[in-house]
């Protein structure tokens, strides 16, 4: 369970198309929803799909700039794996930061994949946790779209206590944020995650 504290900062890095952006603005709306004060900022490389993107998101009490501090996050969810060692920057044994990261590369033009096994023994230099997860493959499987990996991360995030958001809170920022045609398959997904979370 994540600790109590006046203040959460998360990292969502991964690739263009991913949903990164819907994400984030999820994670805000349920902050505000539960009286927080909540900021976000958008990093892009490239946003074209397939292009890095990094979002920053800070809520508490009080939050003053929207940006998280290099070391200072509490969660890096990284929809693409490769992504996560960019990311890492952000983390710190201090922090205690938690990786969800998605067992899952995207090809870079012109560059070398690098291995799971490589990301995870480097992120694990600076990490409090790191959970690897199929997500993609989940979402493709159980789910019939690979783009929901994303949310199924999010999901698992909330019901693994490492995201300090009540899940109804969420499920209701979800409504508000995603057309109401994809509201079913993602209220799906939030189950699929809390049933994965408890096993």
């Known amino acids: 369970m994540a600790k109590q504290k006046d203040q959460q900062n998360i990292i969502i890095c991964g690739v263009g198309g ?3 952006i819907t ?6 709306e349920a902050a505000t929803d539960q009286g ?3 900021k976000t900022s958008e990093l892009h490389g490239l946003s074209q799909r397939g292009g890095s993107v990094e979002t920053h998101i800070r809520f508490g009490k009080k939050i003053d700039s929207p940006l998280v501090k290099q070391g200072g996050a509490d ?3 990284a929809i693409e794996a490769q992504e996560a060692l960019k990311a890492s920057i952000y983390a710190s044994k201090e922090s205690e930061t938690n990786f969800l990261i998605n067992d899952f590369t995207a090809a870079i033009p012109g560059k070398k994949s690098v291995s799971t096994d490589e990301i995870l023994k ?4 600076s990490a409090g946790k790191v959970h690897l997860i199929s997500a993609t493959k989940i979402a493709k499987e159980d ?3 690979p783009v929901l990996a994303g949310m199924y991360l999010l999901a ?3 019901y693994k206590g490492v995201i300090p958001l009540k899940p109804d809170a969420v499920l209701g920022a979800v409504k508000k944020i995603v057309p109401e045609k994809f509201f079913d398959i ?3 997904t939030f189950e699929l995650a809390e049933k994965n979370a408890k096993d």
């Open 156 to 158: 698992l995030g909330i």
């Open 23 to 28: 994400l984030t603005k999820i994670l805000i």
């Open 143 to 145: 789910l019939g779209n």
């Open 186 to 188: 993602n209220k799906k």
């Open 36 to 38: 927080l004060d909540a």
């Open 75 to 77: 969660l890096i969810i």
């Open 18 to 20: 991913q949903g990164l």
């Open 122 to 125: 480097a992120v694990k230099k």
